[in-house]
């Protein structure tokens, strides 16, 4: 399909009529195919160019095996960390001229595999960030959708490059700042069941456990987002815990608002840490510590790593771990002041 003249659209057929080509030999052109005889290509241009023919971008995709598009999958768009992941992706894909297709499993595991092939199917590769499916699942699904980058999983697939954020080291950080303030009763508001790197964070809390006999650590169910922090207050104040690690920054700052609702001050009752440091953690009242992730890099990294997949068809040798950094703010402070 083409420009449309009237009310008819300029078409293949009419600039093939005017070069005196055949249909196929304006495909090619059009396509950039540079085994038609130059002299021949040239006439094709020139009657396009007569007519005023656009070739179809649908079209031209199709024929050239190629979208310039890409897909992700993320569990909960509303949740800002990966909305920054999402656009340090956009912007550094953007730069080479590729769109971003958006798709949001809604934190149900069994959407994610459906929703991951027919993205796949609509781009020339994929990025699928902390997917919540199963690891014998995600083995079975990752050389269906191939080229495929993991953000906060990994695969044995050798293809699939892999960036992670030490999520185990994080939390060991936060819960040794607390105890260096002297809370020896500390909560961990845990994330979503599936989540990947709540098991990281979890994992981290044993070894902290371990190192740390005298210290009385609770786990408490929780979530990702603001209102399971907001909804966790009477857990929280029931444990009697000082200190208290959120799974994230949205859930920090749901108990905090809801802390605050009760009365109960902070720091001065009760010590609280997010993690991810997204936009808004320095401007809560107090302001948050937390573990800062490097989340808008994760993004431009996976676009670097998909983008040598997709122009070479071979994984590049990478599999990253970020290391958070511990961002100290007024949310924490010493135990029974």
């Known amino acids: 399909m083409g420009r449309r003249t009237g009310t008819r659209r300029v078409g293949i057929a009419d600039v093939a009529l005017k070069a005196g080509v055949s249909h196929a030999t304006v495909s090619r052109v059009m396509n950039g195919n540079f085994t038609v005889d130059p002299a021949i290509a040239q006439r094709v241009r020139d009657a396009a160019a ?11 995709s199709l024929a050239l095996g190629k979208t310039d598009t890409i897909g992700i999958v993320v569990p ?8 920054a992941i999402l656009r340090g992706l ?12 958006i798709a949001d499993s809604s934190e149900v595991s069994s959407e994610e595999a459906i929703l991951a092939g027919e993205a796949r199917r609509r781009c020339d590769g994929l990025v699928l960030c902390a997917p919540r499916m199963g690891d014998a699942e995600l083995e079975e699904l990752a050389p269906s959708l191939h080229p495929m980058v993991l953000i906060n999983r990994s695969t044995t697939e050798t293809r699939v490059p892999s960036l992670e954020v030490d999520y185990s080291q ?11 303030l002297g809370h020896t009763s500390i909560a961990f508001l845990a994330g979503p069941a599936r989540s990947a790197s709540n098991r990281a964070r979890m994992a981290g809390l044993d070894k902290f456990r371990a190192a740390h006999p005298g210290v009385e650590l609770r786990m408490l169910e929780g979530g990702s987002s ?12 029931a444990s009697g815990a000082t200190g208290v690690l959120a799974f994230n920054d949205l859930v920090a700052m749901g108990l905090l608002s809801g802390l605050h609702e009760r009365g109960v001050r902070v720091p001065e009752d009760i010590s609280l840490t997010g993690f991810d440091d997204i936009p808004f953690a320095r401007y809560t009242t107090p302001p948050l510590t937390t573990a800062a992730v490097p989340i808008t890099e994760l993004g431009e990294r996976a676009w670097h790593s998909l983008r040598a ?29």
């Open 50 to 60: 007569e007519l005023n023919y656009q070739p179809n971008p649908v079209g031209r």
């Open 76 to 83: 909960d768009l509303a949740n800002p960390t990966f909305q």
């Open 90 to 101: 956009s912007m550094a894909a953007a730069q080479d001229g590729y769109r971003v297709l």
């Open 170 to 180: 994080g939390v060991q950080e936060l819960a040794e700042h607390l105890v260096g």
């Open 226 to 237: 603001f209102e399971t922090g907001h909804e966790a207050v009477d857990e929280v104040l």
């Open 309 to 337: 997949l997709i122009r070479n068809a071979e994984a590049p040798d990478e599999e990253t771990t970020f290391q958070p950094r511990l961002e100290i703010r007024g949310s924490t402070g010493p135990a029974g002041t």
